[in-house]
Nanobody, 121 residues
Framework: QVQLVESGGGLVQPGGSLRLSCAAS????????MGWYRQAPGKQRELVAT???????VYANFVKGRFTISRDNAKNTMYLQMNSLKPEDTAVYSC???????????????WGQGTQVTVSS
């Protein structure tokens, strides 16, 4: 079994900051690409940022230098530092990871349950 668990969401005022974490656990051999996605009420899920095992990063245009994605391969954990938050950043943030399970030769995508981020005064 493999599990992704997000943490760090919450309520923050406009202009504030939050740091999300996504921890992978279970029978993991290796983790390839990881990414953060978000879904606001009534909208489709959208990509926020992705990071490869080697550290190559892609950001959505709306990030505009406000968010920073990182990962600690030794801890099987990914982070999203979010600064200068805006009300339109309000959404459920979910993490995704392409994982090779121990004893299995295929890569499969896994999703966390999501963490709510609310930006409001």
């Amino acid at each position: 079994q493999v599990q992704l668990v997000e943490s760090g969401g919450g309520l923050v005022q406009p202009g504030g900051s939050l740091r999300l974490s996504c921890a992978a656990s279970g029978s993991i051999f290796s983790i390839n690409d990881m990414g953060w996605y978000r879904q606001a009420p009534g909208k489709q899920r959208e990509l926020v940022a992705t990071i490869t095992r080697g550290g190559s990063i892609v950001y959505a245009n709306f990030v505009k230098g406000r968010f920073t994605i990182s990962r600690d391969n030794a801890k099987n954990t990914m982070y999203l530092q979010m600064n200068s938050l805006k009300p339109e950043d309000t959404a459920v943030y979910s993490c995704n990871a392409d994982i090779v399970r121990s004893g299995v030769r295929t890569v499969n995508p896994y999703w966390g349950q999501g963490t709510q981020v609310t930006v409001s005064s």
